[in-house]
């Protein structure tokens, strides 16, 4: 057993917190108090409050397919994900989570009653510690989410959908929503903060003034009297005429901001997806260094709390095993390969942090002269934890020995090429290329196709005119993206091109282009 170098020598318990699978509520009480004296107290992790919710199988079924947020409008793509899970799970083909926790505060952390309760212990220090740290004190939460609103919002949301399907009918309001998943990936500023921060009270008045709009100029017993003309529209859309700001590359905000014909309630819809686009995308930066930081924290916080014997020797074993199967990363000849394990790469680099920090290497010393043996492992990972996202925190962090662990190389393997060439191995260059070469996959603007609005006639043609600026060769796939068009379309409400051009030299690549179905 590998025990940890950050605390000082413990003092044995007299007898461990349990010793069995089964658990109860005060047992978990007392399990969450024993892991915050060691996370809050030795660690000095600094997390949001947390709420622990224990649910069920179906219950966690149900998180799922919810995005995993405990309030949220209802949609058709939920319960087809619902229906997909249960019958993988029920099959045996898919195991579920063991928990999901929340980036709200407080901190909502979903455990399993299946659960034994070494690995409700196991969760608690994952999530409630290693996730909610990491939630609170990474710089890209903090620009781009507001953990104390977001719940307050998701009931906004869920109400306000609700009522805008009982109003205009659930096929027009299933349509908007289609269209705006079809663009949340191309719904975030990425080169800048968020413009502002959502207010629920601030929706609210929205919404009370499109009301109190909509009395005004909708009068029921003016429709019982003979028409002479075609009746007028209940609700008349006014078309800004303003000039929009082009390039523009949050396609869901100008869809919201300058689309010719959408009223209020599909603009308000439209709205709220892109605020769920913007707290979901420093998740999607930051995978390897969430479930990297949840990973350590949770294995030293047990080694700990082993140490100071309320943890069993058989519980131990247990918990050893299910983190084992955690951070398994499969080779790359492996019939299970399916790329990098964020929670073996992540748990691997900080670990190696850590062993820099304490007894560095020769090695080390060159490549880490910051850190290494400063002997302080907690400030130098809170640190990163802070301060990073995967893309700059393996660039900055990934050593060559974790190359070597992980026998990492890199190979040119091109149409235009006749062979496989071998680009990068295990010498001081080629560690270099291949932390250059690892850290661009996690670069979510690489990874993303760069898609601009570059021109709009509003008072004219109507024409919307995207821009695709293709990278490496990398084309769109056509049926996906004609597809895609189609709710740009729709949203829109006239005709759409779509030009493809080479980001290096301008050139014209492709041309898609289509109209908005009748």
């Given at each position: 057993?590998?025990?940890?170098?950050?605390?000082?020598?413990?003092?044995?318990?007299?007898?461990?917190?349990?010793?069995?699978?089964?658990?109860?509520?005060?047992?978990?009480?007392?399990?969450?108090?024993?892991?915050?004296?060691?996370?809050l107290g030795e660690m000095g992790l600094d997390i949001y409050r947390n709420?622990?919710?224990?649910?069920?199988?179906?219950?966690?079924?149900?998180?799922?397919?919810?995005?995993?947020?405990?309030?949220?409008?209802?949609?058709?793509?939920?319960?087809?994900?619902?229906?997909?899970?249960?019958?993988?799970?029920?099959?045996?083909?898919?195991?579920?989570?063991?928990?999901?926790?929340?980036?709200?505060?407080?901190?909502?952390?979903?455990?399993?009653?299946?659960?034994?309760?070494?690995?409700?212990?196991?969760?608690?220090?994952?999530?409630?510690?290693?996730?909610?740290?990491?939630?609170?004190?990474?710089?890209?939460?903090?620009?781009?989410?507001?953990?104390?609103?977001?719940?307050?919002?998701?009931?906004?949301?869920?109400?306000?959908?609700?009522?805008?399907?009982?109003?205009?009918?659930?096929?027009?309001?299933?349509?908007?929503?289609?269209?705006?998943?079809?663009?949340?990936?191309?719904?975030?500023?990425?080169?800048?903060?968020?413009?502002?921060?959502?207010?629920?009270?601030?929706?609210?008045?929205?919404?009370?003034?499109?009301?109190?709009?909509?009395?005004?100029?909708?009068?029921?017993?003016?429709?019982?009297?003979?028409?002479?003309?075609?009746?007028?529209?209940?609700?008349?859309?006014?078309?800004?005429?303003?000039?929009?700001?082009v390039p523009e590359e949050n396609l869901l905000y100008f869809l919201e901001?300058?689309?010719?014909?959408?009223?209020?309630?599909?603009?308000?819809?439209?709205?709220?997806?892109?605020?769920?686009?913007?707290?979901?995308?420093?998740?999607?930066?930051?995978?390897?260094?969430?479930?990297?930081?949840?990973?350590?924290?949770?294995?030293?916080?047990?080694?700990?709390?082993?140490?100071?014997?309320?943890?069993?020797?058989?519980?131990?074993?247990?918990?050893?095993?299910?983190?084992?199967?955690?951070?398994?990363?499969?080779?790359?000849?492996?019939?299970?390969?399916?790329?990098?394990?964020?929670?073996?790469?992540?748990?691997?680099?900080?670990?190696?942090?850590?062993?820099?920090?304490?007894?560095?290497?020769?090695?080390?010393?060159?490549?880490?002269?910051?850190?290494?043996?400063?002997?302080?492992?907690?400030?130098?990972?809170?640190?990163?934890?802070?301060?990073?996202?995967?893309?700059?925190?393996?660039?900055?962090?990934?050593?060559?020995?974790?190359?070597?662990?992980?026998?990492?190389?890199?190979?040119?393997?091109?149409?235009?090429?006749?062979?496989?060439?071998?680009?990068?191995?295990?010498?001081?260059?080629?560690?270099?290329?291949?932390?250059?070469?690892?850290?661009?996959?996690?670069?979510?603007?690489?990874?993303?196709?760069?898609?601009?609005?570059?021109?709009?006639?509003?008072?004219?043609?109507?024409?919307?005119?995207?821009?695709?600026?293709?990278?490496?060769?990398?084309?769109?796939?056509?049926?996906?993206?004609?597809?895609?068009?189609?709710?740009?379309?729709?949203?829109?409400?006239?005709?759409?091109?779509?030009?493809?051009?080479?980001?290096?030299?301008?050139?014209?690549?492709?041309?898609?282009?289509?109209?908005?179905?009748?």
């Open positions: 057993m590998i025990m940890t170098d950050i605390f000082k020598p413990a003092v044995k318990a007299e007898k461990p917190l349990f010793d069995g699978p089964d658990w109860n509520f005060d047992l978990i009480r007392d399990v969450y108090d024993a892991i915050a004296e060691v996370g709420q622990i919710e224990v649910i069920t199988a179906e219950q966690m079924l149900d998180a799922y397919s919810s995005i995993g947020m405990p309030v949220m409008y209802r949609h058709w793509s939920f319960g087809k994900r619902f229906a997909h899970d249960e019958m993988y799970y029920r099959k045996g083909a898919r195991s579920l989570a063991f928990e999901i926790v929340i980036n709200s505060d407080p901190c909502i952390n979903y455990i399993m009653e299946e659960n034994s309760m070494t690995m409700q212990c196991l969760v608690l220090a994952h999530a409630a510690m290693g996730h909610n740290h990491f939630f609170k004190n990474n710089y890209l939460f903090k620009q781009w989410t507001q953990a104390d609103a977001i719940l307050e919002y998701l009931a906004f949301a869920k109400k306000f959908v609700a009522d805008c399907e009982e109003r205009f009918g659930v096929s027009a309001v299933e349509a908007v929503i289609d269209a705006a998943h079809a663009l949340m990936n191309q719904g975030v500023s990425r080169n800048a903060a968020p413009r502002r921060r959502f207010d629920p009270a601030k929706a609210r008045q929205r919404e009370i003034k499109r009301r109190e709009y909509e009395i005004e100029i909708y009068n029921e017993l003016w429709r019982t009297l003979p028409q002479s003309k075609p009746e007028a529209k209940a609700e008349e859309v006014v078309i800004d005429l303003t000039p929009p700001i901001q300058y689309s010719p014909q959408l009223p209020d309630w599909k603009r308000e819809i439209m709205r709220i997806v892109r605020v769920l686009s913007t707290y979901f995308y420093p998740q999607r930066q930051t995978k390897v260094m969430n479930e990297g930081c949840a990973t350590f924290l949770h294995y030293e916080i047990m080694n700990r709390l082993y140490e100071k014997g309320l943890v069993t020797d058989g519980s131990m074993l247990e918990f050893m095993h299910m983190h084992s199967a955690v951070v398994y990363q499969p080779g790359f000849s492996d019939r299970g390969f399916g790329g990098f394990n964020p929670y073996a790469l992540g748990f691997a680099m900080m670990r190696d942090i850590k062993r820099i920090c304490l007894d560095p290497t020769d090695e080390d010393r060159k490549w880490f002269p910051d850190f290494a043996g400063n002997g302080q492992p907690m400030e130098t990972l809170k640190d990163a934890w802070a301060n990073f996202r995967d893309e700059s925190f393996i660039h900055q962090f990934l050593s060559p020995k974790v190359i070597r662990d992980f026998r990492l190389f890199h190979i040119r393997n091109k149409s235009e090429d006749h062979a496989v060439r071998v680009e990068a191995i295990h010498d001081e260059m080629g560690y270099r290329d291949v932390r250059r070469l690892l850290a661009r996959q996690y670069d979510v603007s690489q990874q993303d196709p760069d898609i601009q609005v570059t021109d709009a006639d509003l008072s004219g043609s109507r024409r919307l005119v995207l821009t695709h600026f293709v990278r490496d060769g990398i084309l769109l796939d056509k049926d996906e993206c004609d597809r895609t068009l189609m709710h740009v379309a729709r949203l829109w409400g006239f005709r759409v091109r779509l030009v493809e051009v080479d980001n290096m030299t301008g050139a014209k690549l492709r041309e898609h282009e289509t109209l908005p179905l009748p």
